[in-house]
């Protein structure tokens, strides 16, 4: 009786003729008896089934049993050949992705399967795991899916947005650690090449590249890569030193089980070296120590900034909003001349913090010269709080103008370099 309503079931959608591929799925299919899901498969395709979607429907098959089973019904179902033969796999054991890629092997043409494994209970296996797993694997698989790979990052983000159901930073393939390296022999074997750790290309699966993180357990040379990707120039002899601030702030953030921001690294590695070092090598070079806002010039704003060792520079911009922080940026383009000093994109921020009589402002200046620098400062006035951004930053980079300037000197051992 049941095959009987196998076959009236077919037909009907058969016979609506409203899409010609019907798909059969006996649920349950990996708990059944071979010899009777073999009949109900073989009436099913009689009847006009043209997929046979095999379910493991409580995720109870092993990829053992999941090939046995595809290879019983290809061997033994005398029409399987007029039928797609599907899989449906849930995760409750972990197996979902090892038991889809079982049936690929044993001769299953289709996998259903979900973005983010999203399903029911323990979910699906990822579209983007069986994806990437039969293009990384072709050689052993032999098939592909003709799915665009870039777009598997995207898609995942969109699909974590919309469902409100955030991604594991483990997620094979587009969790955030997908990419990522802490260790510090990972991080030297990916700089030296990718494929030492990373089986496909950041890329190819729509995500940015790989990120280095930085924290316990790095080594000084992901350090370094990071301050070159800054365009801030280090050399070889100075990374004792720059290791040991790293080790220290890397220890203490590891403790409240945390990794170092980029910022971070920069305020509290970087600069403090630089700055140590060019006081060592008996560099008393100009540095903003004060300014003053002194009669407007020719109709415009002015500034007098005085420098560590008594000199004073004149600038001097239209009266706006930020007329200060301009005629600053003037000023100091003659500390440095010659060069283009110019705010970044997102030149100046300012933010409220806190209320009341713990009101205070928050402004972060980014100045770009040949190296680009970002710092911040706090005040309870809001003008006060952009300045000293601004002289923080520029004081900043040009601790690293003179720094460059130092080791670019015949007399310096080793040239900066990307390489530690």
């Known amino acids: 009786r049941i095959q009987e309503s196998v076959r009236e079931a077919v037909q009907v959608f058969v016979d609506a003729g409203a899409n010609p591929d019907v798909e059969f799925s006996p649920e349950d299919a990996t708990r059944t008896e071979p010899a009777f899901l073999r009949e109900v498969v073989e009436r099913a395709i009689d009847a006009g089934a043209t997929t046979v979607n095999i379910p493991d429907t409580v995720g109870y098959a092993t990829p053992d049993q999941m090939y046995q089973l595809i290879t019983d019904l290809k061997t033994n179902v005398p ?114 090449n990718p494929e030492t750790y990373e089986i496909m290309k950041p890329e190819d699966v729509g995500c940015d590249g790989s990120e280095l993180i930085l924290g316990k357990h790095s080594g000084m040379r992901a350090v370094c890569d990071r301050f070159s990707q800054y365009d801030l120039p280090w050399r070889k002899e100075d990374r004792d030193a720059f290791r040991r601030r790293f080790k220290k702030l890397a220890d203490s953030k590891a403790a409240n089980k945390k990794y170092l921001s980029d910022d971070e690294l920069l305020e509290e590695v970087y600069f403090p070296t630089v700055e140590d070092i060019l006081a060592t090598a008996g560099k008393n070079d100009p540095i903003i120590a004060g300014w003053t806002r002194v009669d407007p010039i020719d109709g415009l704003e002015a500034v007098e900034i005085s420098t560590r060792d008594g000199k004073i520079f004149q600038g001097k911009a239209k009266n706006t909003e930020q007329g200060t922080i301009n005629a600053l940026v003037e000023g100091m383009k003659n500390i440095l001349p010659g060069t283009d000093l110019v705010p970044g994109k997102a030149g100046y921020h300012e ?67 990307s390489t530690p």
């Open 79 to 192: 029409n399987i050949d007029k039928a797609t033969i599907s899989v449906h796999c849930h995760n409750d054991l972990g197996l979902a992705a090892a038991n889809s890629l079982a049936a690929v092997e044993a001769g299953a043409q289709q996998v259903e399967c979900t973005v983010n494994g999203l399903g029911e209970r323990a979910g699906m296996p990822s579209t983007e795991a069986i994806v990437m797993a039969l293009k990384v694997r072709q050689d052993h698989y032999h098939t592909y899916t003709g799915v665009d790979t870039k777009k598997l990052v995207p898609t995942s983000k969109v699909v974590e947005q919309w469902s409100g159901i955030q991604r594991s930073p483990f997620q094979p393939v587009t969790g955030r650690n997908a990419f990522a390296h802490e260790s510090g022999i990972h991080q030297d074997g990916v700089l030296k």
């Open 351 to 417: 933010e409220s913090i806190g209320s009341g009589s713990d009101a205070a402002a928050r402004a972060t200046v980014t100045l770009h010269n040949d190296h680009t620098v970002k710092h911040s400062a706090q005040h309870t006035r809001q003008d006060r709080a952009a300045t000293d951004a601004v002289i923080g930053a520029f004081n900043r980079l040009y601790a690293v103008h003179e720094y460059q300037k130092m080791i670019a000197q015949p007399d310096s051992a080793t040239p900066p370099s």
